[in-house]
């Protein structure tokens, strides 16, 4: 059976960054920046005060202490245009402009003004200015393409002066429920019937990664019911169907969709929850099949639909390794298939993540599964690990 | 001057959870549950099948290989109707339910079907079945009031057959920035000017918590101006002012909004950066006012504004202490304000975050801190750590 890196790679080949488009910067947050930013200015524009006081010039403040007069005031917004003279000082506040003739900034905890003038008890020279362009330079580049808009990056965009962003298009994913037993949920179910989840955790954790949702709702397990469903989302980027993928005689979604042109590239992976996911292409969409059980579902979201979604955004891969953690029981030896044991974790003292597998592994479990709050990832053969031993995990916020 | 910890507690008191609405599952995602939520059925709501296979009678299989009459099949959303007899089998497909008079599964690959009927060659008794209710029980609480709903939660809702929610309203949050020298992003700047560029990040910050955001624009420096947008965001939950607030001569929002009925709980914190900050009520509303430096202000966001918007959306409180990391470099001894010093991770082998503070901490540095992905939190007087200690961390996601 198919490895789950195997399988990765296949999902991920040939799959490149959608095109670009402009947004506002007020409207740009999580999404994933499209091109090498470049400074629009330099910043400070001027050497710039770092404190208020007052800006002096360090020969005349070489013996203390020394009285200046003040010759007038620079404020953020309204520099003094003057230049300093030997003998003067002028009233400074923090991220103004320093004077021409200024060199030192002196802080006013260490000033006294008197009069029309200032006794400078304390100076070092040369402190607390802000040399022009420390921030950054204009046409520095300071934010990559591939990056992630966050707060800070949004913020220094901003700093950069620019008014509008080009980012990635929002990746467009469809989702496909299937079965003659799924109903939507809130309606009066009858006795054989179970109620559709899936689509609504696949399409939460396509949001979180800044995907678009169109949720085509539920085919029937016949293959006009799932054709015209699936024609649907046929502008979607990818193209998620649910259930219907396994050995039994009732699968009946990648046959029907072999008629659509379904190129299928593996139909099950070594993995645990999960085997039953398939994959393949339609002309220019990508069709990922998770399994109907919610949780082999969700699972096959974290494993094969984000990796997706990052390389549609073409946001630079974050080569952190997965994440390591404690654990606080006993693993038995794992079976032929990587699993994916649902988790919880508490912290130690010393900071440390112990985590622990839930007592049933059962895929169906659903509520157990909203309490987990990692994957413990093993991998195909992995020996016992002890209690205490390092494992890897995938961890669930979102 | 006040520490960091008495100022949060000024800034949280009092501050109660705000109304809800009902929303569609499908709209819910990130929103805070405002309402213990209970299951509206049985999951599965009869024993049903964890297998592909033949649905038996664990006393006919007792002797092996049992050769079985297929007398009908159940599957996910069509069972069987009649009652499993004497030497009798019924084809069954994950999920579906266990026909009356079966007790056991056995998988397809341990038995072989023949004409009408089906060699079993493997079964143990009472195997494969997920008994009615095994994943949870009709009217019992899954999620509980204060809950971040995400994707896995979401799948819980509907799995219980939620179609609407109770959430919290969105906490609103206006953002109003001050100064004469400050001009938007994308115009040209004159000689003093600079870039407004906290509110992008801010705002990013609060949409990142659930909260809904007004850009209220820059006021100048005077009354007037000042006065006349921050009533434009009267309505919002949190008014935060930006800059105006340190104790130059050109500070003039805390002293314009006393007019405006400002009942000031602080103007100023042990902390660095953000040390003049300031936190009062107008009215019903809260205000926060943050320093103008971009650095100085976002992490007043992630210190103050983030537990503010958590109080307001009733979020079960996240007991986890602050992580902790690993000190890549020595840090010197801390002075007498909290410091939140921005820092870069690496990983170790052995999973461990190893963190160094950026080399310079001055407050202006913008480009900086976007490379920055966490904070180190040093406590008041802080002795020197050396390379090695662990310390902790703010981690900056968002």
Sequence with gaps: MLSVDEALARVLKGLAPLGTERVLIGQAHGRVLAEDLAARLTQPPFDASAMDGYAVRAADVAALPATLKVVGESAAGAGFRGRLERGEAVRIFTGAPVPDGADTIVIQEDAEAAGNGVVVKHAVPGQHIRPRGQDFKEGEVLLRAGTRLNPRALMLAASMNHAELTVRRKPKVAILATGDEVASPG?????????????????????????????????KDDPESIVTLARTGGG?????????????????????????????????????????????????QRLLGVPGNPVSALVCGYVFLVPMLHALLGLTVDDRPLPLAVLGEDLEANGPRQHYMRATSSWRE?????????????????AAFAEADCLIVRPPHAPPAPKGARVKIIPLKA
Tied chains: 1, 2.
């Excluded at 949001?207 to 085919?219: K, N, S």
């Excluded at 008629?259 to 398939?278: C, I, S």
């Design 236 to 284: 979607a980027d990818i193209l998620v169907t649910i259930g219907g993928a396994s050995v039994g005689e009732h699968d009946l979604v990648v046959e029907t969709l072999r008629g659509e042109g379904l190129d299928l590239a593996f139909a099950k992976v070594a993995m645990r929850p999960g085997k039953p996911t398939f994959f393949g292409r339609l002309g220019e």
């Design 350 to 366: 010393d900071g440390e993540r112990v985590v622990r597998a839930l007592p049933s592994q059962d895929s169906s479990l659903v």
């Design 187 to 219: 309606t009066v179910l009858g006795a054989d019937q179970i109620v559709s989840s899936v689509p609504y955790g696949l399409a939460a954790l396509i949001e979180a990664q800044g995907g678009e949702v169109v949720l085509l709702g539920i085919a």
